[in-house]
T-cell receptor
């Protein structure tokens, strides 16, 4: 069974800093990996999706990378802002089946 | 606006009283799924559906039922709720198959408390 881990569980940084969130998974036979943002009391918003054949995806200040062989993905946030404060989750979908496996998330606080 | 709509958003009920949480999407997605989110455990998949009349168990299906009679709707049924089903529930939808970008779109969540 796929295990997805996100470390650290919580992170606090001052505004303006660049930061990296980590996601690791045990089964490298993935179809894609998706990064989500969750605000308190709200649903999940998709940020970036990386197909298994891709190494990275970029959207604005966000850059996600994927290294399938080592079972890792990172989400890089440049020039962090207080509005970036949220919980960030990664999810993987395997090549077989239709299940998505989620990490437990990293709670990010950006201090003004 | 493309969206997944869940109702109710908040519900307090008592043990054994049947309830249904509705989920509807307007994006003509084949794939729909239910998750529960609990502190320290992350999101766990309850059931999913690849299309009308096609449903399958996720990791934690015990105590839940689903049906997919129409493409847009995927209700979650708790026949006899118990306190361990107190949780935050999310419905999600997306394109099925293994082609294209299968981005999952989530509803806003339904917070259920079973006393």
């Amino acid at each position: 069974k796929q295990e997805v881990t996100q470390i650290p569980a919580a992170l606090s940084v001052p505004e303006g800093e660049n930061l990296v969130l980590n996601c690791s998974f045990t089964d490298s036979a993935i179809y894609n990996l998706q990064w989500f943002r969750q605000d308190p009391g709200k649903g999940l918003t998709s940020l970036l999706l990386i197909q298994s054949s891709q190494r990275e995806q970029t959207s604005g200040r966000l850059n996600a990378s994927l290294d399938k062989s080592s079972g890792r993905s990172t989400l890089y946030i440049a020039a962090s802002q207080p509005g970036d404060s949220a919980t960030y989750l990664c999810a993987v979908r395997l090549n077989t089946g239709n299940q998505f496996y989620f990490g437990t998330g990293t709670s990010l606080t950006v201090i003004p | 606006e493309a969206q997944v709509t869940q109702n109710p958003r908040y519900l307090i009920t008592v043990t054994g009283k049947k309830l249904t949480v509705t989920c509807s999407q307007n994006m003509n997605h084949e794939y729909m799924s239910w998750y529960r989110q609990d502190p320290g455990l992350g999101l766990r998949q309850i059931y999913y559906s690849m299309n009308v009349e096609v449903t399958d168990k996720g990791d934690v299906p015990e105590g839940y039922k689903v049906s997919r009679k129409e493409k847009r709707n995927f209700p979650l049924i708790l026949e006899s709720p118990s306190p361990n089903q107190t949780s935050l529930y999310f419905c999600a939808s997306g394109l099925a198959g293994f082609s294209g970008a299968n981005v999952l779109t989530f509803g806003a969540g339904s917070r259920l408390t079973v006393l």
